[in-house]
């Protein structure tokens, strides 16, 4: 399974992004598929997921109401909209892809595939 995340960029706070996420290797029905984002000096945190077969999504709190996660089945790509950006969203988003029970879906040790990255940065 390989994951290629891209999107990133610079852009003002207010202003919007959409990270793209594809994925080659296999077909994702049973996956979930999840960003997460790492900040200099912190640690590796949740962002957003969503069930591959149903579209069931989650969000961390920070971004609930701004951000909006889908997949597109036919190209075995997942999306991030970022809307209304802020400055503490600056971070190297990762999107992540694996089989999980909905418990572990905002632990970033469950996934076995991560995308490289891709930087957000969002300037005041």
């Known amino acids: 399974v390989q994951l290629q995340a891209s999107g990133g960029g610079l852009v003002q706070a207010g202003g919007s992004l959409r990270l793209s996420c594809a994925a080659s290797g296999r077909t994702f029905s049973s996956y979930v598929t999840a960003w997460f984002r790492q900040a200099p000096g912190k640690e590796r945190e949740f962002v957003a997921g969503?069930?591959?077969?149903?579209?069931?999504?989650f969000y961390a709190d920070s971004v609930k109401g701004r951000f909006t996660i889908s997949r597109d089945n036919a190209k075995n790509t997942g999306y991030l909209q970022m809307n209304s950006l802020k400055p503490d969203d600056t971070a190297v988003y990762y999107c992540?892809?694996?089989?999980?029970?909905?418990?572990?879906?905002?632990?970033?040790?469950?996934?076995?595939?991560w995308g490289q990255g891709t930087l957000v940065t969002v300037s005041s």
């Open positions: 992540a892809a694996d089989r999980l029970i909905v418990s572990s879906v905002t632990m970033a040790r469950y996934y076995d595939y």
């Open positions: 969503i069930r591959w077969s149903g579209g069931r999504t």
